[in-house]
């Protein structure tokens, strides 16, 4: 087992953009970087059902906008998903009023375009909770539930022209399960995918795909001492290392966090330390951004405003 990770340099907690002008937020958010800039997009307060967006360009914070438009906002339930892909960054969400089917929106760096069902409003993926992206061997991946929290893991890939038909994986006969939603990340050449176990079973499993396989499911770092979590994990790399953050078990309202150096996993600690744990409603979410690590997510209780800590480079 490695040593823990350090916890001295992880900033002071704080609401964005700052304590008298907090953005709100239902559920969790979803940021990624795209042109330079880092795009921080959730659910409005209170449940609202549509997608916010602010942008990040290293000094200061843009007005918090409804997208598209305020005449024309994208619906949602629970929270949306961001990756860059082509270009264009994509949010992915399922629909309003838990309506079970994946929507998708891109931007081009100029404007958003209309929400769309995907693969088609004939045809639309189905799901539970809320969906994961990450861009794999040169394709989008978009990992979700299955609908009426079936339990199960789906996937399906975006080459740039059309979406693949929605598969369970690996495979129909032996698919993966989770509780809530999904997490992916890309180190060493694999695509991560962390979730909590079935049934709200409090602990994060872990499976990995090298392009043309996936890995058997495994409890991290071992099963007789697996990570608690509550609600959905997030994964990112940074610094050669694979970050694996999430809420405890229980709803603990405290972040905890441990890495992976492609031999084996930390022990967990609480973020930044076990006397000063960053709080939290939900799951967080992370992302790399001009030499940072950063940690966005709900504050405790439901509190309804977005915080962020962040990490520099060693």
């Not at 997009?41 to 609202?48: D, H, I, L, P």
């Not at 998708?104 to 088609?120: E, K, M, R």
Request: with cysteine.
């Amino acid at each position: 087992m490695n040593a823990p990770i350090g916890s001295d340099n992880w900033g002071i907690d704080a609401l964005v953009p700052d304590s008298s002008n907090a953005f709100g937020l239902s559920a969790s958010p979803a940021v990624a970087v795209y042109r330079n800039k880092l795009y921080c997009v959730r659910q409005g307060r209170g449940g609202s059902g549509w997608v916010w967006c602010a942008t990040f360009d290293g000094n200061s914070w843009s007005a918090d906008q409804l997208i598209k438009n305020d005449d024309n906002a994208y619906g949602i339930s629970g929270s949306p998903a961001l990756a860059v892909f082509n270009d264009k960054l994509y949010c992915v969400r399922q629909g309003r009023g838990n309506s079970g089917w994946i929507w998708c929106a891109t931007f081009d760096g100029n404007s958003w375009s209309d929400d769309q069902l995907i693969p088609n409003k004939d045809d639309a993926y189905g799901i539970s909770g809320s969906p994961a992206l990450a861009v794999f061997n040169d394709k989008l991946y978009c990992v979700h539930q299955g609908r009426s929290d079936s339990g199960w893991l789906w996937c399906a890939t975006f080459d740039g022209n059309s979406w693949s038909s929605d598969q369970l994986i690996p495979n129909s006969n032996n698919a993966y399960g989770l509780s809530a939603s999904p997490a992916l990340a890309v180190y060493n050449g694999k695509l991560y995918c962390a979730r909590q176990g079935r049934e709200d079973s409090g602990w994060v499993w872990c499976s990995t795909f090298d392009g043309s396989n996936w890995s058997d499911d495994k409890l991290i770092p071992t099963p007789g001492n697996a990570y608690g979590v509550s609600d959905s994990p997030a994964l990112v790399s940074f610094q050669n290392k694979l970050y694996c953050a999430r809420q405890g078990r229980g709803n603990s309202g405290w972040i905890w966090c441990a890495t992976f150096d492609g031999q084996s996993w930390t022990n967990d600690r609480l973020i930044p330390s076990s006397n000063n744990a960053y709080g939290i409603s939900g799951s967080p979410a992370l992302v790399e951004f001009n030499g940072q690590l950063y940690c966005f997510h709900q504050g405790r209780n439901d509190d309804g405003w977005l915080w962020c800590g962040s990490l520099p480079s060693a």
